[in-house]
C-alpha cells in the first residue's frame, strides 16, 4: 500500500541547514508528485514545495531562497534541505503525495517529523 | 498569494449533529476545466493527515457519505451530518489552484 516516511534530525541548531529524507513505497515517483508541508505546533499547515513526477520542483516564494527539494527514484526518495534555519522554523514536516494528475489534492500523507530549531 | 479563512476556530457539536465548517477564498478558487482547486483535510492526533474531500465536493475513497463537500468560487463548505464521536479532529482547507499552495488555519471540531 501507499506509504510515506519522513526522516531527519529532530534537533537543528539555528544558522543551520535542515536535512530531511521522505522514503516512499507502494508507487513510483515518476507517476507521482510529492510535497513537502510544514506545520509549526498550534498553526494551520503551510505548503513548502513540490517534486513534479518529471522531476522539475515549485517552491513557496516565501522559501525558495533557503529551499531545495530534489529526489532519488532508484532508492525511492525525496529530499528537502533548507538552510538559515530560525527558530520560527520549529514544526513538523511533512511530506504528501499528490493525487493524480488534475485531482489537485494531497491523497496521502507521512506521520510527520518533528524539527526543533534552538541552541 | 491566495488566502483561505477558515472564520472559526473551534465547533462545539454533540453527536448525532450535522455541523458545517466554511471556507472562504481570496479568489475564485474555479479553473478553466471547471473544477475547484479546493480540498478539505483531517487531522487527529496519532494519525497521519487524511484527505476527505477534493474539487470542492468529491469525496475521496472511503470516507464515510456523511461528510459532505460544497461551495463553488470563494465560499466553501465542508458538512458532517451525524456527527460520530472520531469526527473530533481538526479540519484543514486547502487550494492547489495557484502557488504557493495555501491552507486554511483550521477548526477544531469539538464535543460538547
Known amino acids: 500500500q501507499v506509504q510515506l516516511k519522513e526522516s531527519g534530525p529532530g534537533l537543528v541548531q539555528p544558522s543551520e541547514t535542515l536535512s530531511l529524507t521522505c522514503t516512499v513505497s507502494g508507487f513510483s515517483l515518476t507517476s507521482y508528485s510529492v510535497s513537502w508541508v510544514r506545520q509549526p505546533s498550534g498553526k494551520g499547515p503551510e505548503w513548502m514545495g513540490r517534486?513534479?513526477?518529471?522531476?522539475?520542483?515549485a517552491y513557496n516564494s516565501a522559501l525558495k531562497s533557503r529551499l531545495s527539494i530534489s529526489r532519488d527514484t532508484s532508492k525511492n526518495q525525496v529530499f528537502l534541505k533548507m538552510n538559515s534555519l530560525q527558530t520560527d522554523d520549529t514544526g513538523t514536516y511533512y511530506c504528501?503525495?499528490?493525487?493524480?494528475?488534475?485531482?489537485?489534492?494531497?491523497?496521502?500523507w507521512g506521520q510527520g517529523v518533528m524539527v526543533t530549531v534552538s541552541s | 498569494q491566495i488566502t483561505l479563512t477558515q472564520q472559526a476556530e473551534s465547533l462545539w457539536v454533540s453527536p448525532g449533529e450535522k455541523v458545517s465548517i466554511t471556507c472562504r477564498a481570496s479568489?475564485?478558487?474555479?479553473?478553466?476545466?471547471?473544477?475547484?482547486?479546493l480540498s478539505w483535510y483531517q487531522q487527529r492526533p496519532g494519525q497521519t493527515t487524511k484527505a476527505l474531500i477534493y474539487h470542492a465536493s468529491i469525496r475521496t475513497d472511503g470516507v464515510p457519505t456523511r461528510f459532505i463537500g460544497s461551495g463553488s468560487g470563494t465560499e466553501f463548505t465542508l458538512s458532517i451530518e451525524d456527527v460520530q464521536p472520531e469526527d473530533i479532529a481538526l479540519y484543514y482547507c486547502l487550494q492547489t489552484l495557484k502557488k504557493p499552495n495555501t491552507f486554511g488555519a483550521g477548526t477544531k471540531l469539538e464535543l460538547k
Open positions: 517534486m513534479w513526477y518529471d522531476g522539475d520542483t
Open positions: 504528501t503525495r499528490e493525487g493524480r494528475v488534475a485531482t489537485g489534492y494531497f491523497d496521502y
Open positions: 479568489q475564485s478558487l474555479l479553473y478553466t476545466d471547471g473544477k475547484h482547486y
